[in-house]
């Protein structure tokens, strides 16, 4: 199973259900779930799949990327030839950045050793 993490937010930015359901009409996806767990923020986040990947919404806690305060966690479970990153470095300089979202990928999410690779 492959996994990227991103922080984000989108330039008009209403809350966690638009910010979702925009980031994924941008991606090309219509149909998703809001979905209730405890173990996120909010007890709430927002799911779909497109093309062998899943896309998880919530919100962020990360005190020191505040500026981008949805995380959105994109798992493939087969992968293919392509590295994750490079599929999804395409599909948001393509689709996703210019719809209006501001992102960054975040590798060792939540380790000491994290790093921000803004877009």
């Known amino acids: 199973m492959e996994y990227v993490n991103l922080l984000g937010t989108s330039y008009t930015d209403n809350g966690i259900e638009p910010f979702a359901l925009t980031l994924f009409n941008a991606i090309g996806i219509t149909n998703s779930e809001e979905r209730e767990s405890d173990h996120y923020i909010d007890g709430r ?7 062998g990947l899943i896309f ?5 806690d990360e005190e020191t990327n505040q500026d981008l305060p949805y995380w959105v966690q994109i798992t493939r479970e087969v ?9 999804i470095d395409h599909l948001l300089k393509n689709s996703v950045l210019p719809a ?11 380790k000491i050793n994290e790093q921000r690779f803004d877009y």
Request: proline share 6%; charged share 20%.
């Open 100 to 110: 209006g979202f501001r992102f960054a990928r975040i590798a060792n999410f939540g």
């Open 79 to 87: 992968p293919t030839g392509e590295p994750l990153e490079l599929t």
């Open 45 to 51: 986040y927002f799911r779909a799949s497109r093309d």
């Open 56 to 60: 998880t919404v919530t919100f962020s």
